[in-house]
């Protein structure tokens, strides 16, 4: 281990001396105060791997120090040994229930104390390892689940993520009689653009799509990469008009952005409109194969508008 800081706590000037010493001479970096409310402080504000704590202070008993420093988050994984001239079983079992790892009755020998901070230490040393090896796991399960509901090329969920999502929301809707719409949105001529211009011309317009999605609809509403050049968007607390807002918003940006690679950097998507409540609709799987079912009627329309299961077409 790396020199450990021990923050010793002591009012008694003749025993913090020789402890110090000690300490000091067995490589330890000594920080001396005299009372609790100072100890508090610097175990909150500074670097310490060890207290020593008499549990006789001037201002605050050992024991609710102790008590406080195991209950704040900054200071509860210090290791506390307490020190005290009472060495009745009560007194330790009182030092141990406010949240001490260790007892030392005076007059403790140096060498006892020494193998008792380095035990504490050592243990520290453990739990942070195993703290810092879990915090690790957390973050690459984090990463996998992300993984798994996460279309690679898009950053947006993936269909698997989607459906869990729209099963969700379509049970809130039925639940408390609240609307919910569904935009499916596919993008014209996609396989010409990938033949004439090739896939990674197409995978820019997929991104590019993407974004624009994200840029044209709210924090509560759910984008998802459907499949190919399919994208589908869940708006809960919509009705289907409300639903031709943002599309009609998707189709402009669309229509007037320049994208690169292709030669006249135009490209288009044709949107079809679902929403429930509607007696038709009875689950998230039909909401999306009504959004599906409008959208192919904007292919047949024409491509590059908007048609709704009873709106008028856009």
Known sequence: MDKARVLLVEDDHAQAMATKEFLDRSGYEVVWVEDGKTAMKVAKLEPVDCILMDRILPDINGNEVCRWLKGNVDTKGIPIIMLTVKSSTADKVSGLHAGADDYLPKPYSAMELNARIYACLRNKHLQDELRKKNQELQEMLYKVETMAITDPLTDLYNRRRFETIVEQEFSRTRRYQTPLSCMMIDIDYFKRINDEFGHRTGDTVLKDISRILKECIRDVDTASRW?????????????????????????????????????????????????????????????VDFSDLAMYEAKRKGRNRIESMHSDPK
């Open 227 to 287: 499949g190919g050049e399919e994208f589908v968007v869940l708006l809960p607390q919509t009705e289907e008009k409300g639903a031709i807002k943002p599309a009609l918003r998707i189709l402009d940006h669309v229509l007037n952005q320049s994208f690169e690679g292709v030669p006249s950097g135009r490209v288009s998507v044709s949107i079809g409109i679902a929403s429930a409540p509607d007696p038709a609709i009875d689950s998230g799987e039909k909401l």
